[in-house]
């Protein structure tokens, strides 16, 4: 029963419009409807999203895993006060950003390109990023991630090992999803 509004899509995609809302699906299949798709911008601009979004991906999550390994283990001067800030920035909702975001990228003259829609997804995709991953590494024992550290020759050595060995690749994958 879930697939019945997808075959229904498909069913309804290889008609016309007039055929379909006259005949009800009675009249030869014709795939124009995927020839206009594809003849319009519709493909590049998806292309371009695509691209985006593997960009803000690639580095949330590449500024989220160091700054949740630190925070996790280093307990550095203030880190309290990330955690809070972190937590704040995290359930923040979009639309108190939308405003002032607006007015300042249309002053730095990037309110037309994609830009800020990068710029966007990667501040708001950090803080998540970040309290998840800190939440795993500190999961981990410390002995084993002390053992980690002490057969490493530095630190994003380590880092690269405990994400590959103890905290398991695939969570960084669903943070990353």
Known sequence: FWAVPAVLLVVTSLHSPTTTAVTRWVAPLSGDSYRELASS?????????????????????????????????????????????????????????AGPLHEALQRLGLSATAMPLLLVHIGLGIPVATLVLRNAFAAVPADRIHGIRLQSRSEFQALRRIVRTALRAPLVAIVAL
Request: net charge positive; proline share 11%.
């Open 41 to 97: 911008p519709i493909p590049a601009a998806f292309a371009r999203t695509w691209v985006l979004a593997v960009v803000a991906t690639v580095v949330v999550v590449a500024i989220a895993l160091p700054t949740a390994y630190a925070l996790a283990w280093y307990r550095p001067p203030g880190f309290r006060l990330a955690g809070v800030t972190l937590l704040a920035a995290a359930v923040m909702p979009v639309q108190v950003l």
